[in-house]
């Protein structure tokens, strides 16, 4: 079995509080995805804007919480609204919401595109939603044979 693919998506952190953190991932066309996203016109996918939320999300919380295994619980009201493409970045801002009973992590997002060349994010997001992150479960223990 082959090994899970990693990304790691954060190329810098600009800033972090207790409940807030400010990131950015820079897209550059070095990156294998957008040979297949989309051949013609290479942007971002969609589902890694949301992972790099995520991951912003899981820099905040471990700090927080001491725990680094968190994973994606649930989105809400997501949004896309402009693309991200080879040579400009996406600027994640997360604010931690709070935990509910059940333990999952609250957060909300946002994500806006930092054009090349330009120091400012654009105004249009190009992601927002809300989402939770969990502890990971412990399963049962697997046997070889």
Request: hydrophobic fraction near 40%; glycine fraction near 10%.
């Amino acid at each position: 079995m082959g090994q899970p693919m990693k990304f790691d998506l954060i190329d810098h952190v600009i800033e972090q509080t207790d409940d807030r953190i400010i990131a950015v991932k820079t897209v550059t066309l070095a990156e294998e995805y957008l040979q297949d996203h989309f051949p013609t016109y290479p942007v971002l996918p969609g589902v890694l804007m949301i992972e790099t939320l995520v991951q912003a999300a899981r820099r905040l919380l471990t700090k927080a919480t001491g725990n680094p295994r968190l994973v994606l619980g649930e989105v809400k009201a997501l949004r896309y609204g402009q693309f991200v493409k080879p040579g400009e970045a996406l600027r994640v801002e997360v604010a931690y919401l709070g935990v509910d009973a059940d333990g999952h992590h609250r957060c909300k997002g946002i994500g806006h595109v930092i054009r090349a060349g330009e120091a400012t994010r654009s105004e249009t997001a190009a992601v927002t939603g809300r989402f939770t992150l969990r502890p990971v479960l412990a399963g049962p223990k697997r046997t070889s044979g």
